[in-house]
């Protein structure tokens, strides 16, 4: 009897030693797994350090250490060969470029391109163009100039691609505050438009007045009843300018147009041309977004103003301040001067890209604006300059 239960205390013993082995266990593997991790990402912080200081020394001994296996057993080459190309797939920089804007110069992932700059390779037309038309400018005409990404050119911090004949420059720039320009005849009002469009050869008043937009705003101040202000306001994400050392290739449908005029005597042949090309192209394109108000007022109202001693342009001004943001950051006596200027004028709003916000804050402006930019200023030369040796 006495054996008996000695024997159970014993099992009973050793059942209880044996839960508390496995609870032992089981409150030990979260600890070897912390421990585990924890080497691991010291290997890698480690490994990676000495990859970055000697990356060229390691890649010289691995390939040395490559061909030694090769030469040993040359079965092995084609397997170290697709290996190393795989490895090649996984590559990780870790701490030092964690910035996913920069990027590795000799890789091709996340190369990204300047949005909407297909418009730097088109033709102009200066007669029917219009800078202050609501969305794109109706003077682009079709392309002249291929994009051309097959030579692999980027930007020196590596992060886009830049087509062949194009020197692009990241230009990020945005002015929420207006500036206006009082406009009192047709002469003013091409001076004026010149601004965003501007001819090396110059083409006087005729520029712009075959567009819709400019025969209506100059009939009204041919009367001499009525007087412009243009406000505006812009926000510039970058620039480019045409390499005519380098230039960009033509496209095969402008060549062929070419060749058909060397080869006709037909005058409807250059009309033709010209017609779908016109006879400006862009050598420097500014892209971004411009926000502008054209005011038209009374000649009598401004005339009154201007011997009252109030500057009419600066008005405008806080009046277009006061339409955005609704008087964010402005004084009572601006605010006063805008909501008395807005009684004495009707408005037109004219948008190209994306329109600076409500809160008058210039970054969140460049945050719409970087995603679908639009030229909103450009230099033109005249297209009989591409059958010069430059070009041909």
Known sequence: MNRRSYEEDLSENETKKTKSRE???????????????????????????????GKRGVDLNHNGKREEVATENPRNNGLIEN???????????????????????GGTHFKRTFPDIDYA?????ILKGYPLANGHDPGFTYPIFETDYTERRESSDC?????????????????????STTVQNKYELTKSLSQSAKVSVG?????????????????????????????????????????KV???????????????????????????FFHYYEKHFLNYTEFGARFTYEHTMDSKTFQKKEEAGHNVGVD???????????????????????????????????????????????MTWVSTVKQSPVPMSYKLSPISELFTEKYI
Do not use: W
Request: glycine share 6%; net charge positive; aromatic share 14%.
């Open 121 to 125: 390779f088109f033709g102009y037309n």
């Open 203 to 243: 083409v006087g008043i005729v520029a712009f007045s075959a567009s819709a937009g400019y025969k209506e705003s100059s009939s009204e101040l041919s009367t001499g009843e009525f007087v412009k202000i243009i406000s505006t306001a812009k926000c510039t994400y970058y620039f480019c300018k045409l390499d």
């Open 23 to 53: 609870k032992q266990l089981l409150f030990m593997v979260p600890k070897i797994l912390f421990v585990l991790v924890f080497i691991g990402i010291a290997y890698l912080a480690v490994s990676t350090s000495l990859r970055m200081q």
């Open 316 to 362: 405008a001004s806080y009046s277009g301040e006061y339409k955005i943001g609704g008087g964010f950051n402005m004084d009572s006596t601006h605010k006063q001067d805008a909501s008395n200027f807005a009684k004495d004028v009707t408005t037109k709003t004219f948008t190209v890209g994306a329109p600076p916000p409500a809160n008058g804050d210039a």
């Open 83 to 105: 290996l190393l190309s795989r490895t090649k797939l996984f590559k990780v920089d870790v701490g030092m470029r964690s910035d996913y804007r920069l990027q590795d110069c």
């Open 159 to 179: 992060r886009y691609r830049i087509p062949r004949g194009l020197v692009v420059v990241p230009d990020v720039s945005c002015i929420t505050s207006f500036s």
């Open 246 to 272: 380098s230039h960009p290739y033509f496209t095969k449908s402008f060549i062929s147009s070419v060749k058909k005029l060397d080869e006709s005597t037909q005058d409807q042949i250059y009309l033709d």
